[in-house]
């Protein structure tokens, strides 16, 4: 499969709790980006790489929020001492910076919920 | 960034044609605009792009009159697995970031 891979597909945490989501991106295309999308909204941008390098973060991405891309391959988002508002579908998306389509090609997404 | 508007909502039925209008009135010259489809519990996923005039695909065609103010995916003869939301994008055009925004997008409900 040469998609781009999200796990876990879903996740139940306490509030408070710490959770980590992983992403594996189409292998040769340099750019990961993370989004969130709520119940009936568009996803809205978190931030974005190049290879390992974090380009670009929105303000919607708090202190509580991390992301990493180590060796500009796989990327991780955790989100310490989550909050009810934190419940949402997590995305990952990746492209190639140069060439080939301008398209994005998304993953299924992990979708959190907080209790 | 141009702020895209489009219907929220879309009734059709099986076989028909689906065209779905979307408003971009303050695209800049080097933005391309750009259709993303959602089925629920998935990530979009990419339809077509165009700059201008007319692009058409195995999936859908792009109409972009001269002005570029708006656009409209045409989504020939539907089937019920076209229920989705599409989402119309304009993307800047420049080397970096790239990122995508979003709007509400248009929930296309294809009936039997």
């Known amino acids: 499969d040469t998609g781009v891979s999200q796990d876990p597909r879903h996740k139940i945490t306490k509030r408070g709790q710490n959770v980590t989501f992983r992403c594996d991106p189409i292998s040769e295309h340099n750019r990961l980006y993370w989004y969130r999308q709520t119940l009936g909204q568009g996803p809205e941008f978190l931030t974005y790489?190049?290879?390992?390098?974090?380009?670009?973060k929105s303000r919607l991405l708090s202190d509580r929020f991390s992301a990493e891309r180590p060796k500009g391959s796989f990327s991780t988002l955790e989100i310490q001492r989550t909050e009810q508002g934190d419940s949402a579908m997590y995305l990952c998306?990746?492209?190639?910076?140069?060439?080939?389509?301008?398209?994005?090609?998304f993953g299924s997404g992990t979708r959190l919920t907080v209790v | 960034l141009a702020k895209t508007t489009q219907p929220i909502s879309m009734d059709s039925y099986e076989g028909q044609e689906v065209n779905i209008t979307c408003s971009h009135n303050n695209i800049a010259t080097n933005d391309y605009i750009t259709w993303y489809q959602q089925f629920p519990s998935q990530g979009p996923r990419f339809i077509i792009q165009g700059y201008k005039t007319k692009v058409t695909n195995e999936v859908a065609s792009l109409f972009i009159p001269a002005d570029r103010k708006s656009s409209t995916l045409s989504l020939p003869r539907v089937s019920l697995s076209d229920t989705a939301v599409y989402y119309c994008l304009v993307v800047a055009f420049k080397a970096a970031g790239n990122k995508l925004t979003f709007g509400g997008g248009t929930r296309v409900l294809v009936k039997p």
């Open positions: 998306a990746s492209r190639q910076a140069t060439g080939g389509s301008y398209g994005y090609t």
């Open positions: 790489f190049q290879n390992e390098a974090q380009l670009e």
